[in-house]
């Protein structure tokens, strides 16, 4: 019995081995169909933002925030670190982004990953007002389409690290607007989500033609008041040849003694040039970086410069047929970039470097323009360069003779814009006088700018200008004092105590209302040069809002109107030819008696009536809105000539009204 107790309790283990595992099995397919099947109360997750979006995503993402010394209860500093994302979900490339960031806490800007300022600036700067990104190594965006969705490819993410003022965490200093600026593109406003996050998802404009980007490998070239050219004619494994060329567009833009400035973003150096020099030839950031140690054959000590942003400058005329620093077409004009209008070879300048490259870029196709491009000049106005973009290559004349013409190995175009920065004073003024009226309204108290330490001035920089006597405008302002204040006396006005600045501008203009009769009037401007520096080929242009079209003749100068955005309201005058020359402030006969001497050109301008009837010459429309010297807008007094008929009409119109005034009076 023990036996067969033992057989059937084995018999029962096996047959019970098959029934557990095929239970077990059963219980595992039952949970794995029950995790399978979703539950009622479980809905998927939703996408997000950016899913939503078909065209391109912008986000502002702040990610931390810290107190940084030093300690001020009243204007603390916190360092901001955050992220912008500029992310493609369109069905097209998107060329060159550029993404705006209307900072709001009085930023400053301290380092960027994968983007440069559009304007040029260098790091660390303060972007308090708003800035512009623009892509940087890589400025383009590939779509989803084209990359099967590899979001690297469609992606680029700018790390952001600054300062910010008043911010304290755990508040987030957010911009209060983020936008993609890139040319055929429409943004709505940016939207907040959370603490941290400003979005926007902008969409292809409709009104914007965009079948030229789409279509062709390279953008459009783009217009602008200055346009610099940056063509690789020749490259080479560790080496290339750039030129640089300048055009001026703009009718009224010009460049004189122009320094060009730029960053190197990948160690490169300038080994040599031909039409243009570094102002600063030094090698010595070579000889102690990576350069010395790649190139150890090179001597360089004929290494021109080897600054990361160096400063290039014009080479004189003299240089223009030199075999070794000239022999270059637009060279050699002590840098002078004229109008068109002016003479059209004189608006160009170019130069030529060739550039050592460094590891990794030792290959032929590897070459990367310099960023954050600046051009400014003498008594110009100021402009700026937006980054260099990729276009077709330019072409250039077969230097063999042959009727062909050779393209460059690749080129990129950086537009620059005339600004007026709001921090930046004009360099030029203008002074009013006229026949009804004995006194000239001087250049406006520190008109060009004044020294900011207030404690050195024994001037008052607030006070306005006093009028003052005619021949007062042939002498320096420090010789004026004695003039104004007789003239002050004579005319029975106060002298304030300090007596205003001067005007502190290296160029002012006298406008002189000369005459005004039934058919017509004439005026008379002077130019008068109070720098150091002669000013050749010099050109104003004045502007008439409502009395140009009646310019006859500039009788000293060349004269001739100029339609300017579609309007022909301003008076462009240039001198003759060999009087083209506005010599600098010189000694006078006895310099030890004699105050200083300004360089001065005058005309004559005569206008008629006939095409202006009703125009007011005396109450305004004969003195200009707009004057530029050298394409820098001047600075014009705040107040008109005035004649003693007017005052006595205001006099009169006042005797009038006492009766009425009176008869109120007695009535309240």
């Known amino acids: 019995r023990k036996l067969d107790f033992k057989v059937q309790?084995?018999?029962?283990?096996?047959?019970?081995?098959?029934?557990?595992?095929?239970?077990l099995s059963l219980l595992v397919a039952s949970i794995s169909l029950t995790a399978s099947q979703p539950k009622g109360d479980i809905k998927p997750a939703p996408p997000s933002d950016s899913d939503l979006c078909n065209g391109v995503f912008v986000s502002y993402t702040h990610t931390k925030g810290s107190k940084i010394p030093p300690n001020d209860s009243t204007n603390q500093p916190y360092r901001f670190e955050s992220v912008v994302a500029v992310l493609n979900h369109g069905r097209d490339e998107l060329k060159a982004w550029r993404v705006f960031v209307k900072f709001a806490h009085r930023e400053i800007l301290v380092s960027a990953s994968n983007a440069v300022l559009s304007d040029g600036s260098s790091l660390p700067v303060g972007v308090g007002n708003g800035t512009e990104f623009a892509g940087y190594p890589s400025s383009d965006l590939k779509s989803a389409i084209q990359t099967a969705g590899d979001v690297t490819q469609m992606q680029a993410l700018v790390e952001l690290v600054g300062t910010q003022f008043g911010v304290a965490p755990p508040n987030v200093p957010l911009p209060t607007n983020i936008t993609l600026v890139t040319d055929g593109w429409k943004c709505p406003k940016a939207t907040q989500k959370g603490k941290n996050v400003l979005?926007?998802?902008?969409?292809?404009?409709?009104?914007?033609?965009?079948?030229?980007?789409?279509?062709?490998?390279?953008?459009?070239?783009?217009?602008?008041?200055?346009?610099?050219?940056?063509?690789?004619?020749?490259?080479?494994?560790?080496?290339?040849?750039?030129?640089?060329?300048?055009?001026?567009?703009?009718?009224?833009?010009?460049?004189?003694n122009w320094k060009l400035s730029f960053d190197w973003m990948r160690d490169e150096f300038i080994d040599s040039m031909k039409g243009a020099y570094p102002s600063l030839?030094?090698?010595?950031?070579?000889?102690?970086?990576?350069?010395a140690k790649y190139y150890q054959g090179l001597d360089f000590s004929n290494v021109l410069s080897c600054a990361r942003r160096p400063t290039i400058i014009?080479?004189?005329?003299?240089?223009?047929?030199?075999?070794?620093?000239?022999?270059?077409?637009?060279?050699?004009?002590?840098?002078?970039?004229?109008?068109?209008?002016?003479?059209?070879?004189?608006?160009?300048?170019?130069?030529?470097?060739?550039?050592?490259?460094?590891?990794?870029d030792l290959n032929i196709s590897a070459l990367t323009p310099p960023q954050n491009?600046?051009?400014?000049?003498?008594?110009?106005?100021?402009?700026?360069?937006?980054?260099?973009?990729?276009?077709?290559?330019?072409?250039?004349?077969?230097?063999?003779?042959?009727?062909?013409?050779r393209t460059a190995f690749a080129s990129w175009q950086v537009v620059c814009n005339i600004t007026q920065p709001k921090d930046v004073s004009p360099r030029c003024c203008v002074s009013y006088s006229a026949y009804f009226n004995d006194s000239v309204v001087p250049c406006k108290t520190c008109a060009c700018g004044c020294a900011s330490n207030s404690a050195a001035r024994t001037c008052s920089a607030t006070s306005p200008a006093l009028l003052i006597p005619p021949q007062?405008?042939?002498?320096?302002?420090?010789?004026?004092?004695i003039l104004t204040v007789q003239w002050s006396a004579i005319k029975h006005q106060p002298v304030p105590n300090p007596m205003p600045c001067g005007d502190n501008c290296g160029v002012s203009i006298n406008w002189h209302l000369a005459t005004d009769y039934r058919g017509g009037w004439t005026a008379r401007i002077t130019i008068f040069n109070w720098g150091e520096t002669n000013l050749a080929?010099?050109?104003?242009?004045?502007?008439?809002?409502?009395?140009?079209p009646g310019f006859e003749k500039a009788y000293s100068f060349n004269g001739t109107t100029l339609g300017i955005n579609g309007e022909n309201n301003t008076i462009f005058m240039e001198g003759l030819p060999g009087l083209n020359y506005l010599v600098a402030e010189r000694d006078g006969v006895d310099p030890l008696k004699n105050?200083?001497?300004?360089?001065?050109?005058?005309?004559?301008?005569?206008?008629?009536?006939k095409l202006t009837p009703g125009i007011n010459v005396r109450g305004g429309d004969g003195f200009p809105s707009k004057v530029f010297f050298n394409g820098e807008e001047c600075s014009l007094p705040s107040i008109l000539p005035s004649s003693n008929s007017h005052q006595w009409r205001h006099v009169s119109a006042l005797l009038m009204a006492l009766p009425v005034l009176a008869l109120l009076f007695l009535r309240v």
């Open 595 to 609: 105050p200083r001497v300004p360089g001065k050109q005058q005309s004559v301008i005569s206008f008629t009536k």
């Open 537 to 548: 080929d010099w050109f104003t242009a004045i502007q008439l809002k409502n009395a140009a």
């Open 472 to 481: 007062a405008l042939l002498v320096p302002f420090e010789n004026r004092t």
């Open 373 to 405: 491009w600046r051009i400014n000049g003498t008594i110009n106005p100021d402009y700026k360069c937006g980054p260099p973009v990729r276009v077709s290559p330019s072409q250039f004349v077969d230097p063999s003779g042959l009727p062909s013409n």
């Open 199 to 256: 979005q926007v998802c902008c969409m292809p404009d409709p009104d914007y033609n965009i079948t030229d980007v789409i279509d062709k490998e390279f953008l459009p070239r783009q217009s602008g008041d200055l346009t610099i050219m940056y063509d690789v004619t020749r490259s080479y494994a560790d080496n290339y040849i750039a030129q640089v060329t300048m055009e001026n567009n703009n009718p009224l833009g010009r460049l004189d």
């Open 281 to 291: 030839v030094d090698s010595s950031d070579c000889i102690d970086g990576p350069q």
């Open 9 to 23: 309790t084995m018999n029962l283990g096996l047959n019970f081995i098959p029934r557990l595992l095929l239970l």
């Open 314 to 360: 014009d080479l004189p005329p003299t240089k223009y047929n030199d075999s070794a620093y000239g022999f270059k077409p637009f060279c050699c004009r002590n840098g002078t970039i004229l109008p068109r209008s002016m003479d059209p070879s004189k608006s160009i300048s170019a130069f030529e470097m060739k550039v050592n490259k460094m590891p990794p």
